[in-house]
């Protein structure tokens, strides 16, 4: 059965449908995967990954980054047999634009500040009502605005520091064969973000640090679904984007050439446990209820290469690898898949006056995730989701 994902109320453009982060729309080198991301100060969309590199923006420099995306997750039941009126297998599919905006300004000689908007975490999907694992998700939204103003003080003509805060609104709804909320849930969620940025002539490094986010539904108006009818209650669930140390590095091999490079470290091992359907009025004994994660931190390995082809145009493009967070069949939940990602990007930046424009394009291999949750009869399914995104887009540098 071919289902499009439900409409998004917001733009999300860092989907955890494979249960990793994906930070396309954030990107200042989006035409080599994120590399060097940290580094880079042609773009103010760098200072979301690391505040230190608006030191180096000039007076003043705003980008909009402008994207569509087309993310693709199938379901195979192993044995493809039909239970009771289930028909085994099942697929989603989410076409939609994604976008963020940041802006840097210079207050005086040493000090530097901005603002960045953009939708951060989340996930929309909807796989319907007549597959294996429908008692626990039908349809499934969520996502988070975050405000981001940030700070750079120059210490001398190489070093630079960072600093800023992060205000995330979330926003969640869930439906199963067995609840369905009535209304959004939503939760304002605080942290913070700083980095440091060493740059030469010739090459430059960057370190950075975003703390984590965490995101508590409650009291969300549910309906369980009891032999076919509503009964009204109240939840309770929980998410988080973990926290996120960036490694970024840029040589200029030659008048044409530029090497990029990445490391990231995303420590989703807080991702132990996630409460969900925490009925607070006690109208079903089996809850409270949880899934248990048990993951483990990820790492994100990414390289590129900007190669000026003429006076006009600058190539790019670049490749990435993160690690599993979960490679046990018997944790994995149908939610959010966990598994390896590849990522391969192309771009081509060009001025139209005093505007500079990067084109890009990526594709995102979200892997093969076997799941085998065979506890009871409420939890049977046994089966493997596959994952793909398509990410076309252009960003606006002023």
Known sequence: ???????????????????????????????????????????????WTNPATMSHMGDELMTVNTMIFNLEMEYVDQNDTPKDDLEGNADSQTIMPSGGFFYVRRLNEDIHAGINIAAYSGSAVDYGTHWDASGHLNEAFMSSIQFNPTMSFQFTEQVSVGVGIQANYGLLDIKTDGLETKDM???????????????????????????????DFKDMDIDFNVAGNAVPSLASANSIIPVIVDLSGHYQLNDKVNLLSSIQYHRWSAFDNTEVYQDKLNTKDQLPQGINRDWDDVWK????????????????????????????????????????????????????????????????DLGDVYMERTESAAVNFQGTMSGSVHFVGANFTF
């Open 301 to 364: 390995f990414a390289i590129g290469t900007e190669y000026q082809f003429n006076s006009d145009w600058l190539l790019s493009a670049g490749m990435s690898y993160e690690t599993s967070p979960q490679d046990d069949p018997t944790k994995q939940w149908v939610d959010v898949p966990a598994g390896e990602q590849y990522r391969y990007a192309m771009g081509a930046s060009t001025n139209w006056g005093d505007t500079r424009v990067d084109l890009f394009y990526e594709y995102v």
């Open 185 to 215: 849930g939503t939760d304002w969620a605080f942290g913070y973000n700083a980095g440091i940025l060493y740059k030469e002539d010739d090459w430059a490094l960057g370190l950075s640090y975003r703390s984590q986010i965490e995101h």
């Open 1 to 47: 059965m071919k289902k499009t994902a439900l409409a998004l109320l917001v733009v999300s453009n860092l989907a955890n449908a494979s249960g990793t982060l994906m930070q396309e729309s954030i990107y200042a080198n989006a035409g080599a995967a994120g590399a060097g991301d940290g580094v880079n100060t042609k773009s103010a969309a760098a200072s």
